[in-house]
């Protein structure tokens, strides 16, 4: 059975979100999209501190070549540092939907952003999948999703695992050389009982780890689709999953409290859960 434990206690996310290892700085991101803020852990010190923003975020990515981060605000992608705090707009990749937001994020090993959109507070509409390059551009490279949802990538590059929560089912997709992306083809179909897949990781073995909104769980899936095992987790809405620490051996999950009753919801989970992660990629512009 794997061991876990909540950090801060006293730190509740209304719908915690889009955790980060930050190598540079030693320290795990996350944030908390309705509250609109920014946490971050001092993993050597366990402390948490938090920075406020003037509207909705999704997500942080770091910079390569540059301090501070991406960030997927309601407004669009923008250049994000902390401390002072300092937004710069980058774009919007849907001016045409204002009730959409940016959700959910990673950058690929060659430094190009991939960002699903949603229907802000879940309403009914229609996300999509986009695609910033280090030259600031954006292009729509899938649509079609009721809440795009946790991407995660291979360490190669080649194949990225994208979902839709609103219909329950995680998708493959192979990523071309250039950015394009082949036709989506369905991973895994979640059942009722397991609720809705929700944030993902892979580890360093090729294992497919998935947070389960409404599940009270994180699983982990080979390659071929097959349920390699659950770890129960006291709170429903679990949200998304990285690895952390100099050896990415230390798992953190978060959660959200917002509309549920639940002993630890919102809280952010430290997991043992014996395998290490991968470094998570940093946007190349």
């Known amino acids: 059975m794997a061991h876990f434990r909540i950090v801060a206690r006293d730190r509740v996310d209304r719908l915690g979100e889009g955790p980060l290892w930050s190598d540079r700085d030693g320290a795990l991101y996350w944030v908390d ?21 003037p509207e909705t975020i999704g997500w ?10 991406i960030a997927g605000l309601k407004s669009g992608f923008v250049e994000l540092t902390l401390d002072p705090l300092a937004i710069a707009p980058i774009g919007d990749p849907e001016p045409d939907a204002p009730d959409n937001r940016l959700n959910d994020a990673k950058a690929d ?21 986009y695609r910033l390059d280090p030259d600031r551009s ?8 009721g809440i795009a ?8 590059g080649r194949t990225m695992f994208h979902t839709d929560s609103r219909a329950g089912v995680v998708y493959r997709i192979e990523i071309s050389p250039d950015g394009s992306l082949s036709a989506r083809e369905t991973f895994l179909r979640f059942p009722r009982e397991w609720g809705s897949p929700d944030g993902m990781t892979i580890d360093a073995e090729g294992g497919l780890w998935v ?3 409404g599940g009270s769980r994180i699983s982990r899936f ?24 100099a050896a990415l051996d230390r798992m953190f999950v978060t959660s959200a409290a917002d509309g549920v009753d639940d002993p630890a919801g919102g809280a952010l989970f430290e997991i043992d859960a014996g ?5 998570p990629c940093r946007f190349a512009g």
């Open 33 to 53: 999209i309705l509250d609109a803020r920014v946490n971050r852990l001092d993993l050597a010190s366990d402390r948490v501190t938090s920075t406020t923003l």
């Open 60 to 69: 942080v990515i770091e910079r390569r070549d540059a301090p501070g981060f």
């Open 109 to 129: 090993p060659l430094g190009r952003i991939f960002a699903g959109t949603m229907p802000d507070g879940a309403a009914d509409g229609i996300g999509a999948l």
């Open 138 to 145: 954006i292009r729509r490279v899938d649509s079609g999703y």
């Open 149 to 156: 949802n946790g991407p995660a990538i291979t360490a190669d």
């Open 211 to 213: 947070a389960h909104w």
């Open 222 to 245: 080979v390659m071929d689709g097959t349920l390699d095992r659950t770890i129960a987790l006291p709170a429903s809405q679990i949200t998304s999953i990285a690895f952390a620490g």
């Open 275 to 279: 395998v290490c992660g991968l470094p």
